[in-house]
């Protein structure tokens, strides 16, 4: 029996999906509240149940969540019966070496390209996933596995993967990544790793940086890319464009997609297709019913209006989300109520987000979630840093939808990695009773 302390986490939750579905046995333990990820547990009717010392029982294995240290009530139990221990990292990096891994890292854009190489693999050739958005799947019949695959605290090398694929690199994790040389560092480790190749996109300044000793292949728009996109229009229904790789026609593609970060995207999933020869038409047909990942770009239509709920929190992420909202919804006002993360995020950030949410009609900030940290660390670092900085901002509370339901014909755009659904749902019953 394998036990999972803090199943409900995300990485944790999909983890679990996919043992059971592999033929392990499996439970775990979490707080009682009710979280959006432990819906794919409860389908598959794994045993969730409150912490207590009790759940902990001789012979079994522990898999612990990255919140939960030696001295949490579950985890004194499992030292004291001296069982085997795992990390979430270390028991995904068990699972890489039985399949033909396609590690998908990147600081922005891992869930949603690993969710669209789970969307088109699994449709195709068949294939097994592990998404940050608490979404896993597995059948031991397939022999690929995506797997979205984090940098923080190095945790992607203890990974194989068979393909490496890169999105970008930027300076994020700034309590563990001394500078952005460090996270190159990281990243390099990672790429070396790779069994088969690298696939980074060459549209990003620091992947030209890696020194590797596997075959590296770009993608972007830039000319000097590998695999290009050509002839790209973005419109209000989606993105058109054509694909050369290595100098060769490889496919139109009209796919409901927005913003340059997910054509970005979209070229990293086409790209491993056709280095796995698989033909453009059935990639094209596929990618036309992607509907997205878990809360990345989330939309729901109340009335003449759009909610739009995203985990962006890194100010290039707002910023894409932005691009891509102005793409989709050019005629509506747009308003951003964002959560800042972490309080250390947002004193290296502070400059980034003023500029980034000058974009928007109006910006809305909660106080920050400090997550790991505590705000005594961080005396001065306050959600009002931002907002006496912007004469679009203002400041938010979480039951405090009235103050934005009166808006018309707009775009709310929901930004944070953290839970605000409830001032999200006051909005949609705030907007309902209105109409």
Do not use: W
């Not at 207590?52 to 139990?77: C, L, V, Y």
Request: hydrophobic fraction near 35%; aromatic fraction near 12%.
């Amino acid at each position: 029996m394998y036990h999972f302390i803090g199943i409900k986490g995300a990485g944790m939750s999909a983890l679990a999906q996919i043992m059971k579905r592999l033929g392990y046995q499996v439970q775990g333990s979490d707080y009682e509240k009710h979280f959006f990820t432990q819906v794919g547990l409860e389908e598959l009717n794994i045993e969730l149940l409150p912490f207590s010392e009790e759940n902990i029982q001789p012979g079994m294995k522990i898999i612990k969540g990255a919140a939960f240290s030696d001295d949490h009530i579950e985890m004194k139990k499992a030292l004291e019966l001296d069982l085997e221990i795992y990390t979430y990292s270390e028991m995904v990096g068990k699972l890489t070496q039985k399949m033909k891994t396609i590690c998908v890292a990147g600081c922005h854009g891992k869930t949603t390209t690993t969710s669209m190489f789970a969307h088109v693999l699994n449709q195709t050739i068949g294939c097994n996933y592990l998404i940050g958005d608490g979404t896993g799947y597995a059948d031991p019949k397939n022999e690929f596995f995506a797997l979205e695959s984090c940098e923080y605290r190095r945790h992607f090398l203890n990974y194989h993967p068979y393909y490496a694929i890169i999105t970008n690199i930027d300076l994020d994790h700034v309590d563990y990544f001394k500078d952005i040389d460090d996270v190159i560092d990281a990243y390099q480790e990672f790429a070396n790793r790779a069994e088969k190749m690298i696939i980074a996109c060459g549209d990003d300044p620091y992947t030209h940086t890696l020194e590797v000793s596997k075959p590296i292949f770009y993608y972007g728009l830039d000319e000097d890319n590998d695999i290009r996109a050509t002839h790209v229009e973005y419109k209000s229904s989606g993105t058109t464009f054509e694909v050369e790789i290595e100098g060769n026609y490889y496919g139109s593609y009209d796919l409901p997609i927005y913003g340059k970060h997910n054509l970005l995207n979209t070229l990293a999933v086409i790209a491993t297709c056709y280095y796995e020869r698989m033909q453009s038409k059935e990639i094209t047909k596929v990618f036309q019913t992607y509907t997205g990942a878990k809360r990345r770009f989330t939309q729901t239509t109340v009335g003449d209006s759009i909610i739009i709920d995203d985990y962006a929190h890194h100010p290039n992420e707002v910023k894409a989300t932005i691009n891509a909202v102005k793409q989709k919804y050019p005629e509506k006002k747009l308003i951003v109520i964002f959560q800042p993360h972490t309080y250390s995020r947002t004193q290296e950030f502070k400059d980034d987000l003023i500029h980034v949410f000058q974009k928007a009609d109006e910006v809305y900030l909660l106080e920050i979630h400090g997550a790991r940290e505590k705000q005594e660390d961080y005396p001065d670092v306050t959600s009002n840093m931002i907002i006496k900085e912007l004469e679009n901002a203002h400041p938010i509370k979480i039951d405090q939808a009235d103050l934005l339901s009166s808006n018309t014909n707009t775009v709310f755009a929901f930004m944070s990695p953290n839970d605000i659904s409830k001032l999200e749902d006051d909005l949609k019953e705030q907007i309902e009773k209105h109409n």
